[in-house]
């Protein structure tokens, strides 16, 4: 069974500030990991989706990275501002006979100050 | 930009009653999902559907839930006796293909009483 932990629990930090977000899974064979931003009371949203054939994904100042087989990623946010305050969250893609079932970790609460 | 559009956004009903939660997927999409997130708690899957009928189900997916698309367009999750541990939000998500990423809702929020 996939388990997903996300590290730091929460952050807080001056506007300004480069982020570094981690999260690692136990099953490695995953066909895809996405990485989502979810504010308080709200859906989810998707910010970035990494194939396991990929080392790499940026999308503007967010740029994750994937460890397939040491069962991690990272999400960089460079140069933080007060509107990516939220719960960031990964979910790794099962594939195989569960494609398209997500994990998801319990998330990094992210705090940017003014 | 499509979205997913889910109804109601807030469901207040008694144990025991049946509900149906109802999503609008992004046109064109083939890959259908739900989600739910208990208060304070992790997202977990509850079920995938693809042509018509069930690709995978969570343990918590038990035989009071149902899926289906009823008319092509809407995915509805139907919960047949509620009970208070059911209180939670409700996500819908969809995908366009196998290797896209998936596309999530608003949520349903459940309240049992």
């Known amino acids: 069974k996939q388990e997903v932990t996300q590290i730091p629990a929460a952050l807080s930090v001056p506007e300004g500030e480069n982020l570094v977000l981690n999260c690692s899974f136990t099953?490695?064979?995953?066909?895809?990991l996405q990485w989502f931003r979810q504010d308080p009371g709200k859906g989810l949203t998707s910010l970035l989706l990494?194939?396991?054939?990929?080392r790499e994904q940026t999308s503007g100042r967010l740029n994750a990275s994937l460890d397939k087989s040491s069962g991690r990623s990272t999400l960089y946010i460079a140069a933080s501002q007060p509107g990516d305050s939220a719960t960031y969250l990964c979910?790794?893609?099962?594939?195989?006979?569960?494609?398209?079932?997500?994990?998801f970790g319990q998330g990094t609460i992210l705090t940017v100050h003014p | 930009e499509p979205e997913v559009t889910q109804t109601p956004s807030h469901q207040v009903t008694q144990m025991g009653q049946e509900v149906i939660l109802r999503c609008v997927p992004i046109?064109?999409?083939?890959?259908f999902y739900w989600y739910r997130q208990i208060l304070g708690q992790k997202v977990e899957f509850l079920v995938s559907?693809?042509?018509?009928?069930?690709?995978?189900k969570s343990e918590i997916f038990d035989d009071q839930f149902s899926v289906e698309r009823p008319d092509g367009s809407n995915f509805t999750l139907k919960i047949r006796s509620t009970k208070l541990e059911d209180s939670a939000m409700y996500f819908c998500?969809?995908?366009?293909?196998?290797?896209?990423?998936?596309?999530f809702g608003p949520g349903t929020r459940l309240t049992v009483l």
């Open positions: 979910a790794p893609d099962a594939g195989g006979t569960s494609y398209g079932k997500l994990t």
């Open positions: 559907f693809y042509n018509n009928e069930i690709s995978e």
């Open positions: 990494i194939q396991s054939s990929q």
């Open positions: 099953d490695s064979a995953i066909y895809n």
């Open positions: 046109s064109n999409h083939l890959y």
């Open positions: 998500a969809t995908r366009q293909a196998t290797y896209n990423e998936q596309f």
